[in-house]
């Protein structure tokens, strides 16, 4: 093609000559062919082909054809020679450091995205890179001990970690036996107590090692198999004192590490704390599932007489804070339900086999009795008896009755104050509440529940749930405030909420003659709410008429400000 191209050219050019000299002659001649052969045989084509060189090739191509097949008798015997005499044409050669430095300088005038480049450049460099060089440090690494036990603790801290491969180690962290997956846990209940040496002996997950001066290309290879998984442990040979060499493992390198590097950029999931574990960089914006830890759910409360396994206590949890109205996270927040769990709310009653079916000890609600509680039924089976007419049904777990007990008739006051104290949007304000309509109201049940067999249940009273509900409203307005310094200080005063209000429940029992509050009472309710804040002066109570109030103690009672 070269040798039939310049052949056409130099015809060209010898023809426009000798055409030229016919015409003109002398200087003329000279001048006039030199500048038509170099303007429009030389300069003008190799300009435009440089910047459209591929569509004009398109364009002339059977001109080309024709060219070659003119020109073949000459050009082919003289391609030839130079072809054995010069060696085959190898053309341009492009290095990785070129090709690097050719798609930087080019990233300007093509469209290619900085992520593109990156890639690229990512792509050239897999082959340079080590495994040393971007591997996990071993003591960065999350590990399990081989002779753990797999309860409750185990577990929660194993799903709070957000890892679904875990190493094992037996005896020191370097000695690393084999692998957990977290899928292996489906079937393992925590309440049996399972060593962890029993789930690995039953699954046998083999571990993959790789020296730490393995390129990243090898090492991909070996990941896109899938033979020996997606992680591998970094180790190497340790010659350092006296004796024999051995293999020290170092580190830990998995799939996710590799792409990291090839597409020059993190990978960031749901659970990662890290952004780099190279540098240590903490995540910003963190999500919030990875905040859930149900170890709290194990912690003994000091002042539970009862006490359930962890797993009936987190799933009670989540069965009031998404399921019952009163307890969703809009009413009370899930940081305080935890607190109200861990108070003496748990309840059992035993049936023996001589027990009396009228026994009171077993009887959960009077039919028309005055009630001020909300039950969740746990663990058992209670008869449910309702209305006139006796229907009977039976309530097994996760049954709860008693909703209007807590939410019913709950009045709310603002205090012309109020209004301007920032604090809005907050499903009410922690000055609006109104205790006297709160603890004088109680909830007469058109149904009776009796236990029919052992029962564990939870029993939460109105104050409690007032408490709690406080509570909610201090924490969004500690929120809303943005006092990050106030953390601190927020749950000492839910502790003394709650604990006020649990030594106001042990010296009151309410009963269905009184089913209203003394003012004494309401007083004492008042100033423990008012010590939660020693720093911030009192505000002026603000009087609010309420409809369940008799007119003559209508002045002795004020809603907290």
């Not at 309840?347 to 001020?372: L, R």
């Not at 006139?388 to 049954?399: D, I, Q, R, T």
């Amino acid at each position: 093609l070269l040798c039939s191209i310049l052949l056409g050219n130099v015809m060209v050019n010898s023809s426009f000559t000798i055409l030229l000299d016919d015409i003109t002659s002398g200087l003329v001649a000279i001048i006039g062919s030199t500048l038509a052969i170099v303007i429009f045989g030389e300069i003008s084509p190799q300009a435009i082909c440089s910047r459209h060189g591929l569509m004009i090739g398109a364009k002339t191509i059977m001109v080309t054809k024709i060219v070659m097949v003119l020109t073949f008798p000459l050009a082919y015997p003289i391609s030839k020679i130079l072809d054995w005499v010069l060696g085959e044409e190898i053309g341009n050669v492009y290095t990785r450091e070129r090709l690097k430095e050719l798609v930087k300088a080019t990233t300007e005038f093509n469209d290619l995205e900085n992520d593109e480049v990156n890639i690229i450049s990512g792509a050239l460099e897999l082959r340079r890179k080590i495994v040393g060089e971007v591997m996990t440090k071993l003591e960065d690494v999350y590990m399990l001990s081989y002779d753990a036990i797999l309860d409750f603790e185990t577990v929660s801290e194993i799903m709070k970690s957000g890892y679904s491969r875990i190493p094992v180690f037996e005896d020191r962290r370097t000695n690393i036996v084999t692998m957990l997956y977290i899928k292996d846990l489906a079937l393992v209940d925590p309440d049996d107590n399972t060593p962890l040496k029993t789930l690995c002996q039953f699954y046998q997950n083999s571990c993959y090692f790789v020296f730490e001066d393995t390129t990243l290309d090898v090492l991909l290879k070996q990941f896109k198999e899938g033979i020996k998984g997606h992680m591998a442990f970094v180790h190497r040979v340790n010659n350092e004192g006296e004796g024999d060499p051995f293999y020290e493992t170092v580190g830990l390198i998995t799939l996710e590490d590799v792409i990291e590097e090839l597409i020059q950029a993190e990978i960031m999931d749901e659970t990662d704390v890290w952004t780099d574990n190279q540098h240590k960089t903490k995540r910003r914006n963190q999500s919030s599932h990875r905040g859930q830890d149900f170890t709290v759910f194990a912690e003994k409360s000091e002042a539970q007489r009862i006490h359930i396994s962890p797993q009936l206590n987190l799933a009670t949890f989540q069965f009031l804070s998404s399921s019952v109205d009163p307890f969703k996270t809009d009413t009370i927040s899930e940081t305080v339900l935890m607190r109200l769990l861990k108070q003496d709310v748990i309840h059992h009653i035993k049936i023996k086999k001589d027990t009396d079916k009228d026994d009171p000890a077993t009887i959960i609600y009077h039919q028309n009795k005055p009630v001020d509680h909300f039950v969740l039924i746990l663990e058992g089976r209670a008869q449910v008896t309702v209305g006139k007419e006796n229907l009977v049904y039976e309530a097994g777990p996760f049954s709860y009755f008693g909703c209007q007990a807590l939410t019913q008739n709950i009045g709310v006051a603002e205090s012309p104050t109020n209004n301007t104290s920032g604090v809005q949007g907050l499903g009410g304000s922690l000055q609006s509440v109104n205790l006297d309509s709160i603890l004088r109201y109680t909830f007469v049940p058109d149904y009776s529940v009796r236990a029919t067999t052992e029962m564990f249940y939870v029993k939460i009273r109105r104050s409690f749930y007032l408490a709690a509900k406080r509570a909610t409203l201090m924490e969004k307005s500690k929120k809303s405030e943005e006092s990050m310094s106030a953390g601190d200080q927020f749950e000492d005063e839910v502790e003394k909420l709650l604990h006020s209000y649990a030594n106001e429940n042990n010296s009151r029992q309410i009963s269905p003659e009184h089913t209203g509050t003394s003012s004494n009472h309401r007083n004492s309710i008042s100033k423990s709410f008012v010590q939660l804040k020693p720093s911030s002066p009192p505000r002026p109570a603000a009087p609010v008429q309420n409809k369940h109030r008799s007119q003559n103690n209508a002045n002795s009672t004020e809603t907290l400000i």
